[in-house]
């Protein structure tokens, strides 16, 4: 992976959970008009969220729990991680 593109999916990941400065829009924007891959990339993550965003407001809407069981499975999983 080109340094470029390595730092673009960096800054495409961030822009999920952050508000990008000015210049680093700016640098994804130009980045994204001559990089056909990375531009897919950020499609691509940007549906994800999409869709991740409506399940979630979906579950809110419909009190959907997790089964206790499924819950420690996920905590065990977590830890062993660490």
């Known amino acids: 992976m080109k340094h470029a593109c390595k730092r673009v999916s960096q800054l495409t990941s961030e822009s999920f959970e952050r508000e990008l400065s000015l210049t680093e829009k700016i640098q994804l924007k130009l980045h994204f008009a001559m990089c056909g891959l990375c531009r897919n990339y950020h499609q691509s993550l940007k549906m994800m969220a999409n869709i991740f965003k409506h399940i979630r407001e979906h579950d ?18 977590l830890e062993k991680e660490k």
Not at 61 to 74: F, G, H, N, S, Y
């Open 60 to 77: 809110l809407k419909q009190d959907v729990q997790l089964p206790a069981e499924a819950k420690l499975r996920i905590q065990s999983v």
